[in-house]
């Protein structure tokens, strides 16, 4: 069955110093792609950033990259230079991708992130 | 591009009662998705159409939920004779199976939600 693990319920780290926001997951399919959201108070989910099971490359976008092992089945987030507005909610999430596969996002239970000035 | 909106922001409404919730997609996306997102937990999927269609609907989805998406646009969601279990976050989202500008074909979008209180 698919599931979606986040071992952390809550990280602090430093204004400026980079963090490291672990998930692994659970899946049959060899097709198949990993999201990150952000969830501030407001409630609203930003997506932040997605790995393809096939990409060869690790994810970047911007000061957000994908740590993509797939032996593992892990696909950590790493938040370089933190900023205080990265205080938040993060999920990780999964979607199959098979042909006669359902569109639906199956997400972790999230990680905490309080970023100290 | 204005992103997913979702009408009313915040509900509270007394047991028993019906609401009706809704959501605009993003104008060019022909997918749209409900979620329930309660306390502490992530997001869990309720349904998806595509276009005007119901693909999909969750064990979640009880007999008292209902989802439309009448014309391929906006949708509603209804919950009748509401349980305080009802209480939750619900969230739409919205993706587009063709490929844009936005991120990889089939990312999802969500709206603010709107979030219920069943009294």
């Known amino acids: 069955a698919q599931k979606i693990t986040q071992t952390q319920p809550g990280m602090f780290v430093q204004e400026k110093e980079a963090v490291t926001l672990d998930c692994t997951y659970d899946?049959?399919?060899?097709?198949?792609?990993l999201f990150w959201y952000k969830q501030p108070s407001s409630g609203e989910m930003i997506f932040l950033i997605y790995?393809?099971?096939?990409?060869?490359q690790n994810a970047t976008e911007g000061r957000y990259s994908l740590n993509f092992q797939k032996a593992r089945k892990s696909a950590n987030l790493v938040i370089s230079a933190s900023q205080l507005g990265d205080s938040a909610m993060y999920f990780c999430?999964?979607?199959?991708?098979?042909?006669?596969?359902?569109?639906?996002?199956?997400f972790g239970s999230g990680t905490r992130l309080l970023v100290r000035p | 591009d204005t992103g997913v909106s979702q009408n009313p922001r915040h509900k509270i409404t007394k047991r028993g009662q019906n609401v009706t919730f809704r959501c605009d997609p993003i104008?060019?996306?022909?997918?749209l998705y409900w979620y329930r997102q309660t306390l502490g937990q992530g997001p869990e999927f309720l349904t998806y159409?595509?276009?005007?269609?119901?693909?999909?609907k969750s064990r979640l989805l009880s007999d008292r939920f209902s989802a439309e998406r009448p014309k391929g646009s906006f949708s509603t969601l209804e919950i009748q004779r509401t349980e305080q279990g009802d209480s939750a976050m619900y969230l739409c989202?919205?993706?587009?199976?063709?490929?844009?500008?936005?991120?990889?074909?089939?990312?999802?979008?969500f709206g603010p939600g709107t979030r219920l209180t069943v009294l």
């Open positions: 989202a919205s993706s587009s199976s063709h490929a844009t500008s936005g991120g990889p074909t089939d990312t999802q979008y």
């Open positions: 899946t049959s399919d060899q097709s198949y792609g």
């Open positions: 790995q393809g099971s096939y990409d060869e």
């Open positions: 999430a999964m979607r199959e991708g098979g042909r006669d596969s359902s569109y639906k996002l199956i």
């Open positions: 104008s060019e996306h022909n997918r």
């Open positions: 159409f595509q276009n005007e269609a119901q693909l999909e």
